[in-house]
């Protein structure tokens, strides 16, 4: 089975050696997604935008690799204090109220003290019978 990466241009990716998403047979791996607008090259210190941000982010690297939302199966969420999920869950309950996929929720510590959330996805490529 062939493995596919798929990459943001992020600087950050090549110096830790990782990709912006696997593919793997029917199967995509997001990794942890922040807010960073790759667009403005700049994060925003709004928590609900870095979070819109987050499933932008993600969105794109699925359609790249021929899924989409609404082919999540799991989400991880990781948030700076437990105080932003107040904010964050009705946002994700918009980006993920066709797929319910599993979630995971918790709190961590991140490099960059901009960043206040992380999410990473799995989600299956849901192709044509027979193919």
Not at 37 to 55: N, P, R, V, W
Not at 70 to 94: H, Q, W
Not at 110 to 126: G, N, R, S, V
Request: charged share 25%; net charge negative.
């Amino acid at each position: 089975m062939t493995r596919r990466r798929i990459s943001s241009g992020s600087s950050f990716e090549k110096l830790c050696s990782y990709s912006r998403a696997v593919i793997h047979g029917d199967w995509v791996y997001v990794s942890g997604t922040t807010g960073f607008d790759y667009a403005k090259m700049s994060i925003s210190d709004d928590l609900a935008e870095q979070t819109e941000q987050c499933f932008r982010n993600i969105d794109k690297a699925l359609v790249e690799a021929g899924s989409k939302m609404a082919d999540l199966v799991r989400i991880v969420i990781y948030l700076g204090d437990p105080s932003y999920f107040e904010t964050v869950a009705p946002i994700v309950g918009k980006w993920c109220a066709e797929c319910r996929p599993a979630n995971t929720t918790v709190v961590a510590q991140f490099i960059d003290p901009k960043i206040k959330i992380e999410i990473e996805t799995t989600a299956i490529i849901q192709r044509p019978e027979g193919e």
